[in-house]
């Protein structure tokens, strides 16, 4: 899977789940050290629904999936296994 793949998986996805995806870290800034990790936040467009965060090192091909239990929200908590499913499927097609 691409950078661009997955991008474009959790866009569609956060559009049907009334979210937006916010890419963070070296998607957004230069760093002074070398590194592979991509990284993005979903968050609820409405206030109160957490927060899912997504990993992706491209050299292994993982990608992570979580929820810190401080950004759960009334939404994120059981939506990050949704996503998490969905981009498993798309992995293993």
């Given at each position: 899977?691409?950078?661009?793949?997955?991008?474009?998986?959790?866009?569609?996805?956060?559009?049907?789940?009334?979210?937006?995806?916010?890419?963070?870290?070296?998607?957004?800034?230069?760093?002074?050290?070398?590194?592979?990790?991509?990284?993005?936040?979903?968050?609820g467009?409405?206030?109160?629904?957490?927060?899912?965060?997504?990993?992706?090192?491209?050299?292994?091909?993982?990608?992570?999936?979580?929820?810190?239990?401080?950004?759960?929200?009334?939404?994120?908590?059981?939506?990050?296994?949704?996503?998490?499913?969905?981009?498993?499927?798309?992995?293993?097609?």
């Amino acid at each position: 899977m691409t950078k661009r793949d997955l991008g474009a998986l959790m866009s569609t996805w956060a559009q049907l789940e009334d979210a937006k995806v916010r890419p963070m870290g070296r998607l957004v800034g230069r760093y002074k050290t070398l590194g592979e990790n991509l990284h993005w936040h979903i968050t609820g467009l409405k206030k109160g629904m957490g927060t899912v965060e997504v990993t992706y090192l491209p050299l292994s091909g993982t990608v992570t999936v979580l929820v810190h239990d401080n950004r759960r929200g009334i939404w994120a908590g059981r939506a990050y296994d949704r996503l998490a499913q969905k981009i498993e499927k798309k992995l293993s097609s």
